[in-house]
């Protein structure tokens, strides 16, 4: 697609359920992000992919998150046991270059938010 | 810690007026400076960037200044408009680390 893709744009869940989100990025883009903006806040990273290289899950705040990348493209960002301090939006982006320096930086998906009652 | 400070939080500008956002960062080795935009139930989206190789960079009604010795860059928009009401957030990146750094952001409001 033209640009990064992200469903669903809302999710409403229940404490304690697992959520999963999902981001289709540039068709071409090898290195892909997902980040975290709560109200007000700046952008926490998560998690980096690139290419077939083991993921950098330094970000991840704690076991209950985890994502994959299958076939180097599509990206699902997993929740468990989700917590009310989980409500944000969950931003996912891509680059053709590693840390966007390049080629017009980073793309950003609109995000999913996430709602957590 | 690799750190990118962005004031102000918030700015108020008269349509007209010139909007001035500032970052500060630590790291002598970031190389990379981009400012990204983002409207609401949108993800920001890159809006110019610059290297440390030059001083000032332009596009439009829109210009980052680099200070390489006081280690700060800044945002300046001639000619706010309504439209460019948003939040900004400056980034900080370096060669060899695919993570950058952001700054907390800047709500911009112009008023009509």
């Known amino acids: 697609g033209a640009g990064v893709s992200q469903s669903p744009s809302n999710k409403v869940t229940e404490k304690g359920k697992d959520v999963e989100l999902r981001c289709d990025p540039i068709?071409?883009?090898?290195?892909l992000y997902w980040y975290r903006q709560s109200l007000g806040q700046g952008l926490e990273f998560l998690i980096y992919?690139?290419?077939?290289?083991?993921?950098?899950k330094s970000g991840l705040p704690s076991d209950r998150f985890s994502a994959e990348r299958t076939g180097g493209s599509v990206s699902t960002l997993t929740i468990q046991r989700t917590q009310q301090e989980d409500s944000a939006v969950y931003l996912c982006?891509?680059?053709?270059?590693?840390?966007?320096?390049?080629?017009?930086?980073?793309?950003f998906g609109s995000g999913t938010r996430l709602t957590v009652v | 810690q690799q750190q990118v400070k962005q004031s102000p939080q918030s700015l108020i500008v008269q349509k007209g007026g010139i909007s001035i956002i500032n970052c500060a960062y630590e790291?002598?080795?970031?190389?990379?400076f981009p400012w990204y935009q983002q409207f609401p139930g949108k993800g920001p989206a890159l809006l110019i960037a610059?290297?440390?190789?030059?001083s000032e960079k332009k596009e439009g009604r829109f210009t980052i200044s680099f200070n390489k010795s006081a280690k700060q860059f800044s945002l300046h928009i001639m000619d706010s408009q309504p439209g460019d009401s948003a939040t900004y957030f400056c980034?900080?990146?370096?060669?060899?680390?695919?993570?950058?750094?952001f700054g907390r952001g800047t709500s911009l409001i112009v008023h009509p």
């Open positions: 982006a891509s680059s053709l270059v590693p840390s966007g320096t390049e080629h017009g930086g980073y793309t």
């Open positions: 992919f690139q290419g077939n290289s083991a993921p950098d």
């Open positions: 790291n002598t080795a970031f190389d990379y």
């Open positions: 980034a900080a990146s370096m060669r060899g680390s695919y993570i950058p750094t």
């Open positions: 610059i290297r440390p190789d030059v």
């Open positions: 068709s071409g883009h090898t290195a």
